[in-house]
């Protein structure tokens, strides 16, 4: 088992940044692959980014590539989102998850999810 907590979540103008936050705890940390999902309103959850175990590894949506960096901390069990350029289209619920293996861009590949952090942008 592990849990997950999300933070860092906003209201920010558009081209403005916003660095997530995902807290582990349970089961080591490091032995999970991570990754970042989001939920509009009346929308699916969507893959934004997933990392490996040792960070050495990542995969983006092409919606966010060159915007979003994933990056994790093993010693600190944290995985982060830095979004810049954010756009309104970004507006959604973010999730991070964790799964045993791969960079898995589909949510049922993901074991454990967080609560969600609602990052807003405006116009």
């Known amino acids: 088992q592990v849990q997950l907590v999300e933070s860092g979540g906003g209201l920010v103008q558009a081209g403005g940044s916003l660095r997530l936050s995902c807290s582990a705890s349970g089961r080591t940390f490091s032995s999970f692959y991570m990754g970042w999902f989001r939920q509009a309103p009346g929308k699916e959850r969507e893959f934004v980014t997933a990392?490996?175990?040792?960070?050495?590894?990542?995969n983006y949506a092409d919606s966010v590539k060159g915007r979003f960096t994933i990056s994790r901390d093993n010693a600190k069990n944290t995985v982060y989102l830095q979004m810049n350029s954010l756009k309104p289209e970004d507006t959604a619920v973010y999730y991070c998850?964790?799964?045993?293996?791969?960079?898995?861009?589909?949510?049922?590949?993901?074991?454990?999810w967080g609560q969600g952090t609602q990052v807003t942008v405006s116009s």
């Open positions: 998850g964790a799964m045993e293996s791969g960079l898995g861009s589909t949510p049922n590949e993901y074991n454990y």
């Open positions: 990392i490996s175990r040792a960070g050495l590894r990542t």
